[in-house]
Nanobody, 115 residues
Framework: QVQLVESGGGLVQPGGSLRLSCAAS????????MAWYRQAPGKQRELVAV???????HVVDSVKGRFTVSRDNAQNTMYLQMNSLKAEDTAVYYC?????????WGQGIQVTVSS
């Protein structure tokens, strides 16, 4: 099973930017979907952005215009560029991969937006 490792989180002021990375431990073959989820304290985990191996991407309405998801297939890495961050973006962000019926999760990384 592919292992996923997130990086790039931390503390940022409102209006600031961060770029999260999700590195896969091996090459990913076949049709697959990678996604970013987040979970704020006391709330359920929610979908943030999706990247399909065919090239299409999607971000949810709450982050549209601020977050962008992308991939570097040569590096087996997915990114989440987060701009104009708000306090409500504070959460643990998780990377997810679905390929050939198998689901993998990263360990999660904290993003805190605070002045």
């Amino acid at each position: 099973q592919v292992q996923l490792v997130e990086s790039g989180g931390g503390l940022v002021q409102p209006g600031g930017s961060l770029r999260l990375s999700c590195a896969a431990s091996s090459s990913i073959f076949g049709v697959n979907i990678m996604a970013w989820y987040r979970q704020a304290p006391g709330k359920q985990r929610e979908l943030v952005a999706v990247s399909h191996s065919g090239g299409s991407t999607h971000v949810v309405d709450s982050v549209k215009g601020r977050f962008t998801v992308s991939r570097d297939n040569a590096q087996n890495t997915m990114y989440l560029q987060m701009n104009s961050l708000k306090a409500e973006d504070t959460a643990v962000y998780y990377c997810n991969l679905v390929v050939e019926g198998q689901i993998s999760w990263g360990q999660g990384i904290q993003v805190t937006v605070s002045s």
